[in-house]
């Protein structure tokens, strides 16, 4: 039997050096992010962080909940409304605050350190599964990913550090770490109660691993759990189900099928959709991909995909925030959609931050107080959506796709530990082939882009 060819082996830097090409660009991104951070105010949403760490200050990470935020240093925040973990990350934010580091620039520099470890983390998963040039560009665009420059350095929220954590979380699974992994997607779900959507599919594949999986995943998760939720839930049961759990999100409804519901003339359809039916695209995104998992344990990367990246298009609530969730995870699925979503998204959230602040302070990325979107902007979030639908069926499709289809190989997931530093195109036979071990094959899937 003769062995299957060597493709796509490294000639240059980046394909020589594909950690470092990745790591050196995310850093300098990141020096730009923390110079943005460090030199303007940010959105409204920074202003309710000050809130919260006022809140924490006064009483504390956990009874932050019974606070009602009325009126708190000028702003009005109404109530708390992030899970436990994010309290405790407060604490840490406020006495950096007491010696002299402002709030501001701790939450977006937050954000902005795990964007590095987001382009790093989608490095290793694409090299696993398709080209190393793809992995490296993949790692890249994220790095420099306009979305992230934005809401990382700009905007002020955590929406990129949950993201990282699902990120890790899968890498773990990879590595064949159960245990941390359960701690992780634990911890994901204490930043915000957005990746709730990615716990069934991980929830499944441990079980289709087998017991010993199963065991350290449900233990690594419940210990995780126990030390993040259980003492806000023991203390604040109500206002964390409520302020929490039962948070529907931005009232912003100028996005997606909301929109069109707002062009066809706000049918009464709309007023569900909005209402009850939110937790109905909950359902959806978090069990259909976890039922695709039990079929196909292996495509577990393509189920996060499909849950964050399709909760963000059918979200009937809207934050220009948002656009994050979708940003890494597409890239586990494919180099051009993912890119043409990247770049679209960026485009139109920079555009409306500059909107934002000319219309109120008059100086763009400055302080940027939000306001509903303009019907010229409408059009572009709408032409942002169709991208993002076109991605998610991308990987709806690969998701489901005939053995063999989908990329992803039943050994980096159920068992098997591939090599740690090679890329799948870097290795005949190796993790990333679509052929049985031990029998010919057609090699790597190549560049799929």
């Not at 963000?312 to 597409?330: C, D, N, R, T």
């Not at 990247?342 to 100086?363: F, P, S």
Request: aromatic share 10%.
């Amino acid at each position: 039997m003769s062995a299957a060819p060597v493709l796509d082996r490294p000639t240059g830097w980046a394909t020589a050096h594909p950690r470092r090409t990745v790591l050196v660009v995310a850093l300098l991104v990141f020096a730009g992010k923390v110079a943005i951070a460090a030199t303007t105010y940010g959105t409204n949403d920074i202003s309710h962080w000050h809130d919260f760490v006022l809140g924490v200050r006064r009483e504390g990470p956990i009874g932050i909940y019974g606070i009602d935020f009325v009126a708190v240093d000028g702003y009005l925040a109404s109530f708390y409304n992030h899970p436990p973990l994010m309290g405790d990350i407060l604490v840490l934010v406020e006495r950096l605050d007491r010696i002299g580091v402002p709030w501001n620039l701790s939450i977006r520099t937050l954000a902005s350190a795990a964007d590095v470890a987001t382009a790093l983390l989608v490095l290793e998963l694409v090299r696993r599964r398709r080209s190393l040039r793809q992995a490296v560009a993949a790692g890249v665009l994220v790095g420099v990913s306009p979305v992230l420059l934005a809401v990382s350095g700009f905007h002020g929220n955590t929406d990129p550090v949950f993201t990282m954590l699902v990120l890790l979380a899968l890498y773990l699974a990879d590595r064949r770490w159960p245990a941390v992994a359960g701690v992780v997607v634990v911890l994901a779900t204490g930043i915000k109660i957005v990746p709730v959507v990615v716990v069934p599919a991980f929830l499944v594949w441990a079980w289709r691993a087998g017991r010993p999986v199963v065991v350290r995943f449900l233990a690594g998760a419940a210990v995780a759990f126990a030390v993040t939720w259980v003492p806000a839930l023991v203390l604040q049961f109500s206002r964390v189900l409520s302020h929490v759990w039962g948070y529907a999100g931005s009232s912003l409804s100028q996005w997606g099928f909301s929109q069109l519901a707002h062009l066809l003339g706000d049918p009464g359809w709309l007023s569900v959709y909005a209402g009850p039916g939110r937790m109905l695209v909950v359902a959806v995104c978090a069990l259909a991909p976890a039922a695709a998992v039990w079929r196909w344990p292996d495509r577990l990367p393509l189920a996060v995909a499909v849950a964050l990246a399709g909760f963000l298009a059918l979200s009937p609530a809207f934050g220009v925030q948002y656009l994050v969730w979708a940003v890494a995870v597409l890239y586990l699925v494919d180099l051009t959609w993912a890119t043409a979503y990247n770049v679209a998204a960026g485009a139109g959230l920079i555009a409306v931050y500059i909107g934002w602040t000319y219309n109120d302070r008059g100086t763009p990325f400055d302080d940027a107080r939000a306001a509903p979107l303009t019907s010229g902007e409408t059009w572009v979030y709408l032409a942002v959506w169709l991208v993002l639908c076109v991605a998610v069926a991308r990987a709806v499709r690969d998701l489901v796709a005939g053995p063999g289809a989908a990329g992803p190989v039943a050994g980096d997931l159920l068992g098997r530990r591939p090599d740690p530093v090679a890329g799948p195109a870097d290795r005949p036979g190796g993790v990333g082939t679509t052929q049985q071990a031990g029998t010919p094959g057609d090699g790597p899937r190549g560049d799929r882009g």
